[in-house]
C-alpha cells in the first residue's frame, strides 16, 4: 500500500502543480488583456489629442492666411499712395526748380519785373524772349 500512497501523493502534487501553472497563466492572460486595453485607451486618446491638435492648427493656419490678406492688402494701398507722393514730390520739385529760374532771373534784371500789370507773366519788354530749357515749366 505505501506504493499506492506515494504515487498518490505524486500525483496530488502534480496536479497542484498543474493547477498553480494553470492559475499563473490565467493571470499572466488577464494581466495582458488588461494592459492592452489600457493600451488601445492611451492610443485612443492620444488620436483624439492629435486631432484636437490638428483643427487647432488649422484655425490657425487660417487666422494667419486672413491676417497676411489684411496685411499685403494694406501694403499695396500704402504702396500705391507712395509711388502718388513720389510722383507728385518729383513734380513739386521741377515747379520749384523753374520758380528758382525766374526768381533768379528777376533778381538779376528787376528792372524786367512788371509794375501794375495785370499780366505779370507777360514781360514789358517783348524784345527780349525768356528762354528756358524744355520741360522747365510743366504743371
Same mark, same amino acid.
Given at each position: 500500500? $505505501?506504493? /499506492? ?10 496536479? =497542484? #502543480? +498543474? ?5 499563473? @497563466? ?17 492610443? $485612443?486618446? /492620444? ?10 492648427? =488649422? #484655425? +490657425? ?5 486672413? @491676417? ?72
Amino acid at each position: 500500500m $505505501e506504493k /499506492h500512497s506515494s504515487s498518490s501523493s505524486s500525483l496530488d502534487g502534480d496536479q =497542484r #502543480n +498543474a493547477s498553480l501553472v494553470d492559475d499563473k @497563466k490565467r493571470k499572466r492572460m488577464i494581466s495582458n488583456r488588461e494592459s492592452a486595453r489600457r493600451s488601445r485607451m492611451r492610443r $485612443e486618446q /492620444h488620436l483624439k489629442d492629435l486631432t484636437c491638435q490638428i483643427n487647432l492648427f =488649422r #484655425n +490657425a493656419n487660417g487666422e494667419i492666411g486672413r @491676417k497676411i490678406g489684411s496685411v499685403s492688402q494694406q501694403f499695396m494701398t500704402v504702396e500705391l499712395e507712395n509711388q502718388a507722393l513720389i510722383k507728385m514730390r518729383d513734380e513739386l520739385t521741377k515747379r520749384l526748380e523753374s520758380l528758382e529760374i525766374v526768381s533768379s532771373y528777376l533778381c538779376t534784371y528787376p528792372e524786367d519785373v512788371p509794375r501794375n500789370n495785370s499780366q505779370p507773366w507777360l514781360l514789358p519788354c517783348q524784345s527780349m524772349p525768356l528762354v528756358t530749357s524744355v520741360g522747365t515749366f510743366q504743371f
